[in-house]
């Protein structure tokens, strides 16, 4: 039976930011998968394909809706933008087309007002990645945050709630690593900060 869904009157659009071998597009993945368990009957998660290398920026893009979507391009005026990398703010795109009112939700130790970002946009922030050091989620040397920022972006938006977020990263991972992502989704939600 689905749950109860908060009324979108246009497709969500999320677009998200990393570095290829962080899970950027897992994480895009993820939170659409969370959305259809809620309710929303229409939900996308699309990679945007460039030089698909370890530590080469990337993107993708979710939407969420209560009808079904039909759209299936890069997303050019996100409601949400995700940063996996905090150094990828130095690129302009990873801003651009930012919803008045919409969200920025950046792995940082910084907090939003330190970051010193411009925009009519809020701003959450949260050090994933100590957390995800802390927890031990590094694969082949790289620190993996994808599923420790989605904690943030519960948090901060809301979209979906953790007991639902929780249920896909059963499903989606084996039991030697998925309590240790469940923990780090807890870790970031509870740590993230947010300000203007």
């Not at 087309?97 to 940082?108: F, H, T």
């Not at 901060?156 to 929780?166: G, N, Q, R, S």
């Amino acid at each position: 039976m689905a749950q109860k869904t908060a009324h979108i009157s246009r497709p969500l659009e999320i677009r998200w930011h990393g570095r290829g071998g962080q899970g950027a597009i897992t994480a895009a993945k993820i939170i659409a998968e969370a959305a259809y368990l809620k309710g929303y009957k229409g939900v996308t998660a699309a990679p945007s394909f460039g030089a698909e290398r370890r530590g080469a920026p990337v993107s993708a893009s979710t939407r969420i809706s209560n009808e079904p979507i039909l759209v299936v391009s890069q997303v050019e005026n996100p409601d949400i933008v995700v940063v996996l990398d905090h150094t990828l703010l130095s690129y302009p795109e990873v801003t651009a087309g930012l919803a008045k009112n919409g969200w920025l939700i950046v792995n940082s130790n910084l907090s939003p007002k330190e970051l010193g970002i411009k925009g009519d946009f809020n701003i959450a922030t949260v050090d994933a990645t100590r957390i995800c050091l802390d927890l031990g989620i590094i694969v082949a040397g790289l620190v993996i945050v994808n599923t420790a920022i989605l904690g943030a972006l519960v948090r901060a938006t809301k979209i979906v709630d953790l007991p639902t977020l929780e249920k896909v990263l059963r499903d989606r991972f084996s039991k030697n690593t998925v309590n240790m992502n469940i923990a780090a989704v807890h870790k970031t939600h509870d740590a993230t900060r947010i300000g203007k």
